[in-house]
């Protein structure tokens, strides 16, 4: 996937923190094609502010459940994968750092 509009990338976050909650509450999830990248078929100034109260709402939601994970939580496995919840929280938590850094890049080239 080129990466080619920071509202691309809004969208693919918000798409990963919502998979990850869903796998924290038991749910085996995938994503592919547009579930994994969702395309941007509205340019409104509403649909900008939908994809920004979505991304904030999915953080929100995700940190209040990983607020309540114990110790013992992050050494099981989540569904449907072989790797860990304490693996999956910090697999996102990278995830989620890599494309911030894409958004920066994209804002500097905007000036």
Same mark, same amino acid.
């Given at each position: 996937?080129?990466?080619d509009?920071?509202w691309e990338i809004?969208?693919?976050i918000?798409a990963?923190?919502?998979?990850v909650?869903?796998?924290?509450?038991?749910?085996?999830?995938d994503?592919d094609?547009?579930q994994?990248?969702?395309p941007v078929?509205?340019?409104?100034?509403g649909?900008?502010d939908?994809?920004?109260?979505? *991304?904030?709402?999915?953080?929100?939601k995700? #940190?209040?459940? %990983? @607020?309540? /994970?114990?110790?013992?939580?992050?050494?099981n496995?989540?569904?449907?994968r072989?790797h860990?919840v304490?693996?999956t929280?910090?697999g *996102?938590?990278?995830?989620?750092?890599?494309h #911030?850094g894409? %958004? @920066?890049? /994209?804002k500097?080239?905007?000036?």
């Amino acid at each position: 996937m080129a990466w080619d509009s920071i509202w691309e990338i809004v969208l693919h976050i918000a798409a990963w923190q919502d998979a990850v909650l869903r796998r924290l509450n038991g749910e085996a999830v995938d994503l592919d094609g547009d579930q994994d990248w969702p395309p941007v078929n509205d340019i409104s100034e509403g649909a900008w502010d939908e994809a920004i109260e979505r *991304l904030k709402t999915g953080h929100k939601k995700l #940190a209040q459940r %990983i @607020a309540v /994970l114990t110790d013992a939580d992050l050494l099981n496995k989540v569904p449907g994968r072989d790797h860990t919840v304490y693996m999956t929280v910090h697999g *996102l938590i990278q995830h989620n750092l890599y494309h #911030a850094g894409q %958004i @920066a890049i /994209l804002k500097k080239s905007e000036r």
